[in-house]
């Protein structure tokens, strides 16, 4: 095989990598496979049958895409776990709000950090969920957010909220 050619097939697979990258902020990709599909038909038909949530009594194993999916503001797509407390200021959050109105809406967290998801590894992705935030708040739960795309690396939005009355409120 020729350097050329195989230069060729290189940048062609590049540049089909990078089509792939735009989409909307929950999942990357506006298209979406047949099983992530049937399993939202799932989530949407248990919880139109009226299961409850399960309780969480350690926020830090609760797995990604067990709880309630919901749509909230500006078409963001996201995940409410657990159940809230009477008192929870959680209750007043909605998917897809900015981590500044959050913390304008309930204070500051007792704990916070930040991760990289695998989405920071595919070449020619620009869009949001490329880093994530955590803040946890005390007796509260903790609050998942996903990071701007490339060029908007500082702020995020609101796309997991978990839960825990008995959250310790510092991360593990």
Same mark, same amino acid.
């Given at each position: 095989? &020729?350097?050329?050619?195989?230069?060729?097939?290189?940048? *062609?697979?590049?540049?089909? @990598? $990078?089509?792939? &990258?735009? $989409?909307?902020?929950? #999942?990357? &990709?506006?298209?979406? #496979?047949?099983?992530?599909? !049937?399993?939202?038909?799932?989530?949407?038909?248990?919880?139109?049958? =009226?299961?409850?949530?399960?309780?969480?009594? !350690? /926020?830090?194993? *609760?797995?990604?895409?067990? $709880?309630?999916?919901?749509?909230?503001?500006?078409?963001?797509? =996201?995940?409410? #776990?657990? @159940?809230?407390?009477?008192? /929870? %200021?959680? %209750?007043?959050?909605?998917?897809?709000? #900015?981590?500044?109105? @959050?913390? !304008?809406?309930? $204070?500051?967290? &007792? !704990?916070? =950090?930040?991760?990289?998801? =695998?989405?920071?590894?595919?070449?020619?992705?620009?869009?949001?969920?490329?880093? +994530?935030?955590?803040?946890?708040?005390?007796?509260?739960?903790?609050?998942?957010?996903?990071?701007?795309?490339?060029?908007?690396?500082?702020?995020?939005?609101?796309?997991?909220?978990?839960?825990?009355? +008995?959250?310790?409120?510092?991360?593990?």
């Amino acid at each position: 095989m &020729s350097k050329s050619k195989l230069l060729w097939i290189i940048l *062609v697979s590049a540049l089909m @990598v $990078g089509c792939e &990258s735009t $989409g909307t902020p929950w #999942s990357g &990709s506006s298209a979406k #496979s047949a099983d992530e599909n !049937d399993h939202a038909k799932t989530e949407t038909t248990a919880q139109a049958k =009226g299961s409850k949530p399960q309780v969480v009594t !350690d /926020s830090s194993k *609760v797995v990604e895409g067990e $709880g309630q999916h919901v749509k909230g503001i500006n078409d963001w797509e =996201g995940e409410i #776990s657990g @159940v809230p407390a009477a008192n /929870s %200021k959680f %209750k007043r959050l909605k998917i897809g709000m #900015s981590m500044k109105q @959050v913390t !304008d809406l309930i $204070g500051e967290p &007792s !704990d916070q =950090g930040a991760y990289i998801t =695998g989405k920071a590894w595919i070449p020619f992705y620009f869009g949001s969920d490329r880093n +994530r935030f955590e803040y946890v708040y005390k007796n509260q739960g903790r609050l998942i957010f996903a990071g701007g795309g490339l060029g908007d690396l500082t702020s995020g939005h609101l796309i997991w909220i978990i839960h825990n009355a +008995r959250e310790p409120g510092y991360r593990e």
